[in-house]
């Protein structure tokens, strides 16, 4: 069992930037492919970015890319998503996932958190 709790969510001006955390327990979690995927009012999850299990390899939704970035430390057993240029159609709830094989569907996670919002203001 994983358990994730997210962090870091909030309020910015369009153009701003947020870091979410979200924090792992057990043992185990340098073993998990971590993603970050997201759901706004009225509409399905969508994958946003995911790493694998060593960190070594993260992609990215194309709404994206080129502003978010995904990265580990096991040591904390914590995984972030730094959002940069961040615009109102990136509001929504954000959520982490853990996965053994990764990928980019959520039925490809295990393990989820409970979300953190975040809002950007036009």
């Known amino acids: 069992q994983v358990q994730l709790v997210e962090s870091g969510g909030g309020l910015v001006q369009g153009g701003g930037s947020l870091r979410l955390s979200c924090a792992a327990s057990g043992r185990t979690f340098s073993s998990y492919a971590m993603g970050w995927f997201r759901q706004a009012p009225g509409k399905e999850r969508e994958f946003v970015a995911a790493?694998?299990?060593?960190?070594?390899?993260?992609y990215y939704a194309d709404s994206v890319k080129g502003r978010f970035t995904i990265s580990r430390d096991n040591a904390k057993n914590t995984v972030y998503l730094q959002m940069n240029s961040l615009k109102p159609e990136d509001t929504a709830v954000y959520y982490c996932a853990a996965s053994v094989g990764g990928g980019r569907r959520s039925r490809d996670y295990d393990f989820w958190g409970q979300g953190t919002q975040v809002t950007v203001s036009s």
């Open positions: 790493d694998s299990w060593s960190g070594k390899s993260t």
